[in-house]
Structures are given as C-alpha cells and as structure tokens.
C-alpha cells in the first residue's frame, strides 16, 4: 500500500514539476496594458480584453497552448475567414476569463489591422461539442477554456465566450 501511495506521489509530482515552467511562461504572457501590442517571433496577434486591461499573446496551433493563447488550427485568422477560435489554459492565460460579460468587448490585433468583437454569448459545453467548430454566417471570434476554473485535473466541461465583430452585417 505505501508503494502505491510513493508511486502515485512521485508520479504527480513529476507531472506539476515537468509542466511548472510552461504553465508559468504562460502566466507570465498575460500582460497589463492600455495597448493591444503585436510582439515579434512565433506570435501571430494579441488578444487584448479592454474590462481586464490585459493583452495576451496569440500563437498559431493548438500545439502552442502551453505559451499563451493558441489559434485552432481548424479557423481562421480575423479578416481570412469568418471564424476565430482561439483557446487559453484556465489556469494560465484565460484565468480571468469568467469575468467576461456579455456585452463585452475583445481586440485582436495583428501588425497589419485591428478586429474589435462584442460578447453575444458564454455557453458551457460538454469536450466533444462540436457546435463551437462550425463555420459562422458572420466574422465572430470563439474563446474556449476548461471549466469549472477552480476543478483541479482534466476538467469535465468547456467555457466558451461567443462574440460578433463589431460592425459585421
């Protein structure tokens, strides 16, 4: 029993030690900020949420989560489709993300332009829906994270913030 109990211990703190410093990359990304800013090397764009006074780094590909926030391969970058989605760690980049209302505005920005998108919806989804995937009649921005924020291990749901750019027909 003792054996067990060492093995599942050495185990888990394995795991928090290997992924400590990409978790805390991540964290770190999050910035306080009046601007949106662009950085240069693997970064695509900022996320920047004007109620939190935070921007974020984008990267491109869902193998990237573990940097900041990444673009789902399977969408498109804004004004080269009409669906964005991006996703973030709960414990890291989208930590604040549940402080997003309705109504709320999100910026992304590239080096080249500037897309301002208002929070229409906030649903919680089960891992396998695929509703957040689908291609949107209108350019619309989709954030997704784990949830419940606070669950600790493979979360059993999906937070998802839904938002029209502004503008847009």
């Known amino acids: 029993m003792r054996a067990v109990a060492i093995a599942c211990f050495l185990f888990s703190a394995s795991f928090i030690w290997t992924n ?8 770190e990304a999050v910035k306080r900020s009046d601007q949106p800013t662009v950085q240069q090397g693997d970064v695509i764009g900022t996320l920047f949420m ?4 935070i921007s974020m780094p984008i990267y491109e590909g869902l193998q990237q989560l573990n940097k900041g926030v990444a673009l789902d391969e399977r969408s498109a970058l804004p004004g080269k ?9 709960r414990d890291t980049v989208f930590r604040q993300l ?10 992304i ?3 080249d332009q500037t897309w301002t998108y ?5 649903r919680i989804v089960k891992p396998d829906d695929k509703m957040v ?5 209108h350019p619309t921005l ?10 600790i291990g493979d979360a059993p749901n999906r937070y998802v913030v839904i938002a029209k750019q502004k503008g847009a027909g």
């Open 133 to 137: 995937l689908v291609p949107k009649a």
């Open 142 to 151: 989709t954030l997704i994270t784990c949830y419940p924020f606070r669950w």
């Open 20 to 27: 400590a410093f990409g978790w805390y990359k991540a964290y």
């Open 50 to 53: 004007p109620k939190l006074n």
């Open 81 to 89: 489709g009409n669906h964005t989605i991006l996703a973030g760690h």
């Open 118 to 122: 208002v929070v229409q919806h906030i």
């Open 109 to 111: 920005r590239t080096n």
């Open 98 to 107: 549940g402080d997003i209302q309705r109504g709320d505005e999100l910026v």
